[in-house]
């Protein structure tokens, strides 16, 4: 099979499961009295590519790689003037993921590049938008840990995949 072949393939696949996606979404909004078309777009581009898991390892490279270039624009512009916590956050909580890693309050504030009690404020309006939760160690109470919900993580898979992507039009 050629390799323009193989690309005919996907898309169709893609298609079916794009449809496939469409009818479920539809379905369940029309149970739930839900619009939000970001939810749906986002839903739709990410829960449609599960046959593209081999692009995890280019996703964690475009995660680390926009995570490393906003650590490295502080050297050369103050960082309070570029500062976006919260991406911070959601990238660090996408590599760790992708990497299987357990992420604590702590080192999620570090992350952040900001202020512990400004990091604490960031994860609580995530908290509140859904995007990620906060779990309790088992083994230690006074330490907690920090993940993204599937919500959190579809949507920022869909952004990954539009990164890579981009003719595939906007995700909102």
Not at 51 to 69: C, G, V
Not at 110 to 117: L, M, N, Q, W
Not at 135 to 140: F, I
Request: charged share 25%.
């Amino acid at each position: 099979m050629s390799k323009g072949q193989d690309a005919a393939s996907v898309l169709l696949q893609l298609a079916k499961n794009i449809t496939g996606v469409a009818d479920s979404l539809n379905d369940d909004d029309a149970l739930n009295g839900s619009n939000d078309s970001s939810d749906a777009e986002a839903g739709l581009i990410t829960n449609s590519l599960a046959m593209f898991e081999q692009y995890e390892p280019r996703m964690l490279w475009l995660a680390e790689a926009e995570y490393a270039a906003r650590r490295a624009r502080s050297k050369f512009i103050d960082s309070d003037i570029l500062g976006e916590p919260a991406w911070d956050i959601l990238l660090d909580l996408s590599i760790q993921r992708m990497k299987g890693k357990r992420v604590s309050v702590t080192s999620l504030c570090i992350a952040s590049a900001v202020p512990a009690t400004t990091g604490l404020r960031w994860i609580a309006q995530l908290r509140d938008q859904g995007l990620l939760e906060r779990r309790d160690s088992e083994a230690d109470k006074r330490k907690s840990f920090v993940q993204l919900t599937e919500a959190g993580w579809r949507k920022m898979r869909a952004y990954f995949f539009h990164q890579m992507n981009p003719s595939l039009g906007n995700v909102r």
